[in-house]
């Protein structure tokens, strides 16, 4: 149990054009949900705490603008890179922990290469 | 403030010995602590975690930590290293009670495995 899956888990695209990641509960209802960002030989840097039905909570640092993530459903988070830039390139990772638990399930993360 | 130290960046062991990566933390509150493991390009799994039960905490492929409160460690060991052991391990704190994302991640400790 505990499955979170991302979609898609490569994508490279041109400098200027947007990109969507999807991050999916696969066998339990998520009320919250998280993004990292994790750069080469580095840790994960959460980014933004993505609640269901209500707007995101960005870390400070973290343009809201540029990351759009979006939760529309218990099982479902977008995030959003708008005018992807190469120093967007990085690996995005989602979480999701079950309700009343602290422990984090992590998806298989989003490799990102911005041309 | 909560903080966490992964003593060595890397650990380099040869196949059948034993295996030890150290991690220190600081936290104001009863923590709760996590050992994720991450392979090349892959999402992080979950080994094991401490949520203030046993103080020695077995985890999945053979691995363990003890929860040492006098000495402020969470030190993750396995008798006999394989092969396939050879990833990015992360040691991690958060604490009862405190906001859901607030997980403070160690910058990581690689290990490699020598046949």
């Known amino acids: 149990g505990a499955v979170v899956s991302q979609h898609p888990s490569w994508v490279i695209c041109k400098s200027g054009t947007s990109v969507k990641i999807e991050c999916r509960s696969l066998?339990?209802?998520?009320?919250?949900m998280f993004w990292y960002r994790q750069f080469p030989k580095q840790s994960l840097m959460l980014m933004a705490t993505?609640?269901?039905?209500?707007?995101?909570?960005?870390e400070q640092g973290v343009e809201k603008d540029k990351f759009l993530i979006n939760h529309a459903s218990l099982t479902l988070s977008t995030l959003t890179v708008t005018s992807a830039h190469p120093e967007d390139s990085s690996f995005y990772i989602c979480?999701?922990?079950?309700?009343?638990?602290?422990?984090?399930?992590f998806g298989p993360g989003t490799r990102l290469l911005v041309l | 403030a909560q903080s966490v130290t992964q003593l060595d960046s890397h650990v380099s062991v040869s196949e059948g010995t034993p295996v030890l990566l150290r991690c220190n933390y600081s936290?104001?509150?009863?923590?709760?602590l996590f050992w994720y493991v991450q392979h090349p390009n892959k999402g992080l799994q979950l080994l094991l975690k401490?949520?203030?039960?046993?103080?020695l905490v077995k985890g999945i492929n053979g691995f363990e930590a003890e929860f040492k409160k006098s000495e402020t460690s969470f030190h993750l060991t396995k008798p006999s290293a394989h092969m396939s052991d050879a990833a990015e391990y992360f040691c991690?704190?958060?604490?009862?009670?405190?906001?859901?994302?607030?997980?403070?991640f160690g910058k990581g400790t690689k290990l490699s495995v020598k046949p």
């Open positions: 979480s999701a922990n079950l309700a009343g638990e602290e422990t984090q399930y």
């Open positions: 066998d339990f209802q998520a009320t919250t």
């Open positions: 993505s609640n269901e039905g209500s707007k995101a909570t960005y």
């Open positions: 936290s104001s509150y009863s923590p709760s």
């Open positions: 401490y949520t203030s039960a046993a103080t």
């Open positions: 991690v704190v958060t604490w009862y009670g405190g906001s859901q994302g607030n997980l403070i």
